[in-house]
């Protein structure tokens, strides 16, 4: 089955780190560039980050641009989001997405982790 | 950053009436070299991934229902259900995929009347 399965999240207190990892399956994962979009509760998509096929370019959303990196192994299936000095407003459902080329649409999407900053 | 508006905000509508989201971005997402508008459309529900159902504006992706179609080109776009049905409760959103940071539309709650 083609599909993205996010793990990773949990309760963490403001400043401290988690890292998210979404795992592909059912297709080529090093053909697709991939992304993290986040929702926080009751807003609205935003987009995070972006990753190219081979992992050598990456790009920031400049809310979590020197906090967060992306990262893939692609050994592995496996994409990662590494979220550092978190914040309250970091707080939402983290989703990873597929694109088959840069300035492309997502055409597929994972389930989703949550992740919550709180005291 | 291309900011995306979407209106209206929420739609209730009677089942087999037709559902009209419109979708508004601040600059072109038109590509002049191949006439594309990087604009798309996606279907969420509660507790599921955001579906993809529409790209480059009007292209139906594989295994959406026809009863969904998307239209327009470089700053104006519009989503249509042809005949509302009891499984297109869902959120509705544009976005853009021109520049970074890719952006969404705030998003469309569809309900039933």
């Known amino acids: 089955e083609v599909q993205l399965v996010e793990s990773g999240g949990g309760l963490v207190q403001p400043g401290g780190s988690l890292r998210l990892s979404c795992a592909a399956s059912?297709?080529?994962?090093?053909?697709?560039?991939m992304h993290w979009v986040r929702q926080a509760p009751g807003k609205g998509l935003v987009w995070v980050s972006r990753?190219?096929?081979?992992?050598?370019?990456?790009t920031y959303a400049d809310s979590v641009k020197g906090r967060f990196t992306i990262s893939r192994d692609n050994a592995k299936n496996t994409l990662y989001l590494q979220m550092n000095s978190l914040r309250a407003e970091d707080t939402a459902v983290y989703y990873c997405a597929r694109a088959p080329d840069l300035y492309w649409y997502f055409d597929l999407w994972g389930r989703g982790t949550l992740v919550t900053v709180s005291s | 950053d291309i900011v995306m508006t979407q209106s209206p905000g929420s739609l209730a509508l009677s089942l087999g009436e037709r559902a009209t989201i419109n979708c508004k971005s601040s600059q072109s997402v038109l590509y002049s070299s191949n006439s594309k508008s990087f604009l798309a459309w996606f279907q969420h529900k509660p507790g599921q991934p955001p579906k993809l159902l529409i790209y480059?504006?009007?292209t139906r992706e594989s295994g959406v229902p026809d009863r969904f179609s998307g239209s327009g080109s470089g700053t104006d776009f519009t989503l249509t259900i042809s005949s509302l049905q009891p499984e297109d409760v869902a959120l509705y959103y544009c976005q853009q995929y021109f520049s970074t940071p890719y952006t969404f539309g705030q998003g469309t709650k569809l309900e039933i009347k």
């Open positions: 059912g297709f080529i994962f090093n053909s697709y560039w």
């Open positions: 480059w504006a009007s």
């Open positions: 990753i190219n096929t081979d992992g050598s370019s990456t």
